[in-house]
């Protein structure tokens, strides 16, 4: 996995984009989840559960999901990208917040 990403806020929707340098070669199930601890539980990946790459298959370039309810970037300490099927980490990414 390679790339990054940013979260962008408009009318106080908030929407993760990963960057145009973003590669995934595949796993089945993948998905992004959030923690605000920098600990991510299967139950946790599930209730922070916000966007889902297509399994198997190359995922490249910009993707882009709002994030969940009630779930504040500002509140967040990783981007977790997860295996849903085999409960395991995939990668991870420090939230760093920019600007206000």
């Known amino acids: ?58 995922n490249s370039g910009v993707v882009t999901a709002p994030l969940p309810s009630g779930f504040d970037i500002r509140e967040q300490k990783t981007v977790f990208l997860w295996c849903y099927f085999a409960r395991f980490l995939l990668g991870d990414a420090p939230v760093v917040l920019v600007g206000n």
């Open 1 to 58: 996995m390679r790339g990054g990403y940013s979260v962008s806020e408009v009318a106080g929707l908030q929407t993760f984009s990963t960057t145009a340098d973003f590669f995934f070669d595949g796993a089945p199930e993948p998905g992004f989840a959030l923690s605000p601890d920098g600990v991510l539980s299967h139950s946790h990946a599930l209730s922070s559960d916000f966007l889902r790459l297509l399994p198997n298959v190359s």
